[in-house]
């Protein structure tokens, strides 16, 4: 069974950085994706970035393109999402999530992700 494990939320000034981590452990395919998402209170779950396993191109939205990073290391089955210059608008829980794709797909924000972490708060504000 596919797990998502987030960790590194937390409390930040406007300005400042936080970086996230998503450990997965279960995959039984070699090709997939694994996105970013957010959810702030009474408002719509919304896509931040993901990345492909394959060839680890990744993809953004556009709110936080030049400000938020996604990496992976392989080694150690983890995705991070480095973000910077945080707003108060980024407060929200955020989620990190996988799917299975096929051979030579890349990863979007818009597919059905089947696998979901617990989430992780992150609060920006003076």
């Known amino acids: 069974q596919l797990q998502l494990v987030e960790s590194g939320g937390g409390l930040v000034q406007p300005g400042g950085s936080l970086r996230l981590s998503c450990a997965a452990s279960?995959?039984?395919?070699?090709?997939?994706?694994i996105g970013w998402f957010r959810q702030a209170p009474k408002k719509e779950r919304e896509g931040v970035s993901c990345i492909t396993s394959s060839d680890g191109s990744t993809y953004y939205a556009d709110s936080v393109k030049g400000r938020f990073t996604i990496s992976r290391d392989n080694a150690k089955n983890t995705v991070y999402l480095q973000m910077n210059s945080l707003k108060p608008e980024d407060t929200a829980v955020y989620y990190c999530?996988?799917?299975?794709?096929?051979?030579?797909?890349?990863?979007?924000?818009?597919?059905?992700?089947?696998?979901w972490g617990q989430g992780t708060q992150v609060t920006v504000s003076s």
């Open positions: 999530a996988a799917l299975y794709l096929s051979y030579g797909t890349s990863c979007g924000l818009r597919y059905e992700y089947d696998y």
């Open positions: 279960g995959f039984t395919y070699d090709y997939y994706g």
